[in-house]
């Protein structure tokens, strides 16, 4: 891993840390959505479920869903596929 990837996993954790559990006030059993479960969602997806949260995560392909089935994440469920935040057609009443 090159050391300016390397250098930025901490602070991938200490984001995930403090946003989900310092500001979120993320509780034992609450749902959290974390888009985008790729690289630095695996920090907020490890915070999460040390929180003891259920887990939904999106990833933009099948690869990337397989990739974090992979790691065995117990309490990760994935959103369905077919969303996508960036398509209007799923934003609440806007286009």
Known sequence: MPALNAAAV???????????????KLQR???VLIHSGWRRGLAAIQVAQQ???EI??????EEKRA???????PRVQFANAGFCSRNPKHHRGKE
């Open 67 to 73: 990739y974090l089935r992979s790691w065995s994440f």
């Open 56 to 61: 939904f995560a999106t990833a933009g392909s």
């Open 10 to 24: 901490p602070n991938a954790f200490l984001t995930a840390r403090h946003c989900l559990l310092r500001l979120g």
């Open 51 to 53: 929180a003891g949260a």
């Open 29 to 31: 059993g609450e749902k």
